[in-house]
């Protein structure tokens, strides 16, 4: 069934399967702030209001991998080419799930959904810091939110007053004017005086607004979750952080750090983290694991919608198992492509990043797409909608760590067998038994290496390492394929994606070319079906084969013998940059 688009009138019911739709494309960060709170806390009823950005972060772009319109259905970037991979997603859910769709403004929003909103929090949008500059209110992005979460409140200034007049129909019951100089001063006031009545299940970290800090909220307000905008950074990894030649040095303070251990502190262990936030990827991987939690990169609106949208299917392994007895080998190259950034909230919410599951080219051979137990444990509609539209060549592997992301060495030992069985759980439910790790490593209480036996507890069964060692190893009967074609494209200067696939190819014939008419087993991670299917092209099919993450650890293991001896060598010219973990 089409999905229906409809206008709204002033005297209508809300049915259970209509979506008020408001698009924000043109607001500014106050407007931005009303409408997350206003989102999240209608939503708490049901799936009514769905917001489109009109690609506020750089990821809900159609083609940002510049593959080209060619790459897509007919018309597709042309229509999305505003509203972005939400807008092909929002018509994607409204067909499965027969929603109708009614575009409002904020102002008729107001007056159709109140019952959910007890009053008004008034804030001034702009205040003078401590030296006297005018600033932006610094609470916005922590103090106001989570205040507005709790109290069941929507955030104004009182220019936002003069401009809906729906927002008549509410009473001002907190006035927040005036109440703050600085950023912390906002953060420890909300620290002291609404942390405790916040959920201890996670918290929610602002980034900026490019990245949709403020519209990721939705979520945290719909569970009244605590909001905050601090540094990536504890007190016990300072020295690492900083290490960072990335990070300047005078980013932090340790007041900064202390406030940041109290807010992770309230959540129970493994909890998460939502979002993303200053202190580089190096520091929002390691500070998490330090407090018993896991990070999701949230970045992206609708986190509220989505949660409510009720699932078809009730098995959520993933549809395509390879049966390993009936893998054959070859003396061939074995190559298995891998998506990045699946493990995250944001590529769930975006279609796998750009539209990429909307490609001509995803389909025509096999694609691994990275997925996270977490992220699907938190919204079943999502994995319903990917495992109910992919092809017989669409795989799925878990990426980062296994359960949201984290660097599982700065995890305290007493919580290591912990995550391992929520992985191993995970792998049971959605049928996973692949995993992608960075920055891996393990240690007990006496410094000992113990990341092969904890990976054993998880039940997987094949890993992959962005490593520049290049072969595959073994530990406890468990292949481990290393690779330092990760990002490849990203390091090639050339104009087109159609050029980087042939210079990728050829180092990778070159490669087969000095390892000999032997088996070989890669991976690629990072790209489009498009750049994936251009790379194919170059590839000699007597001495190449593309298969799934599944069919080249078995592989791997019924060679094991021979292939333990091999090691490849790639000619890439460029960096990646310094969170490259082969450099790191």
Same mark, same amino acid.
């Given at each position: ?249 005078? %980013? ?82 074995? @190559? ?30 096999? @694609? ?112 481990? @394929?290393?690779? %330092? ?100």
């Amino acid at each position: 069934m089409t999905n229906q688009v409809t206008n709204i009138s002033k005297n209508e019911t809300m049915n259970s399967n209509t979506v008020l739709v408001i698009k924000c494309g043109d607001y500014d960060v106050y407007e931005r702030t009303l409408v997350t709170v206003f989102q999240g806390l209608v939503n708490r009823s049901g799936p009514n209001v769905f917001i489109l950005s009109e690609k506020t972060s750089w990821i809900n772009t159609v083609d940002r991998q510049n593959d080209g319109a060619q790459s897509y259905p007919e018309g597709f970037c042309g229509r999305y080419d505003v509203t972005g991979t939400e807008g092909a997603m929002l018509d994607d859910f409204a067909e499965k799930y027969n929603l109708e769709l009614k575009y409002v403004t904020l102002n008729e929003a107001l007056m159709f959904c109140c019952e959910n909103i007890r009053g008004l929090i008034e804030y001034d949008a702009v205040v003078k810091d401590e030296n006297g500059e005018l600033v932006e209110n610094p609470a916005r992005t922590n103090a106001i939110i989570t205040a507005s979460g709790i109290y069941d409140c929507l955030p104004v200034t009182p220019e936002l007053l003069k401009k809906y007049p729906a927002l008549e129909n509410f009473e001002v019951v907190m006035d927040m004017r005036g109440k703050f100089l600085s950023r912390l001063q906002a953060t420890q006031w909300a620290v002291d005086n609404l942390l405790e009545k916040c959920s201890t299940k996670f918290v929610s970290s602002y980034f900026y607004e490019g990245e949709n800090g403020t519209l990721q909220n939705d979520y945290a307000v719909m569970n009244s979750a605590f909001c905050y905008e601090l540094a990536a950074i504890a007190p016990e990894i300072m020295e690492h952080v900083l290490a960072d030649p990335a990070i300047s040095k005078d %980013s932090f303070d340790l007041k900064e750090a202390e406030l940041l251990d109290k807010i992770l502190n309230h959540v129970e262990d493994f909890g998460f983290v939502w979002g993303w936030g200053k202190g580089g990827e190096n520091g929002q991987a390691s500070v998490t694991p330090l407090h018993g939690l896991e990070l999701v990169c949230a970045n992206m609106p609708n986190g509220s919608f989505y949660v409510q949208i009720k699932p078809e299917r009730t098995d959520f392994r993933q549809p395509n198992r390879i049966d390993k007895d009936k893998v054959k080998v070859d003396n061939k190259f074995y @190559i298995a492509f891998m998506t990045n950034e699946g493990d995250s909230y944001k590529a769930m919410a975006s279609l796998q990043n750009y539209a990429s599951w909307k490609q001509n080219a995803r389909g025509k051979f096999p @694609i691994n797409w990275g997925i996270d137990p977490l992220v699907l444990d938190l919204f079943p509609s999502i994995a319903d909608y990917y495992f109910s539209s992919a092809t017989k060549n669409d795989y799925f592997f878990f990426a980062a760590a296994g359960y949201g992301y984290i660097h599982p060495d700065y995890l305290p030992v007493h919580l290591q067998n912990g995550y391992a069985d929520l992985i191993k759980a995970g792998g049971i439910k959605y049928g996973v038994d692949n995993v992608d790790i960075w920055w891996f490593s393990m240690h007990d209480e006496n410094g000992n290496e113990v990341q092969w036996d904890w990976l054993a507890k998880t039940g997987m069964r094949g890993l992959t390492l962005w490593n520049a060692s290049n072969r595959t190893d073994f530990h406890n009967d468990i292949p481990v @394929i290393n690779s %330092s074609l990760y990002y490849a494209d990203y390091k090639i200067q050339a104009e087109t994606n159609v050029k980087k696939a042939e210079i990728i190819a050829h180092s990778l014939i070159n490669a087969r070319k000095n390892i000999g008419n032997h088996t070989y087993c890669t991976v690629y991670y990072g790209g489009s079906p498009e750049l994936f299917s251009n790379i194919i092209k170059n590839l000699p099919e007597e001495e190449f084969e593309v298969v799934s993450l599944q069919e080249l650890f078995a592989v791997a293991e019924k060679s094991r013998e021979s292939i333990v001896s091999l090691t490849a060598e790639y000619d890439l010219s460029g960096s990646v940059g310094a969170w490259d973990p082969t450099t790191a």
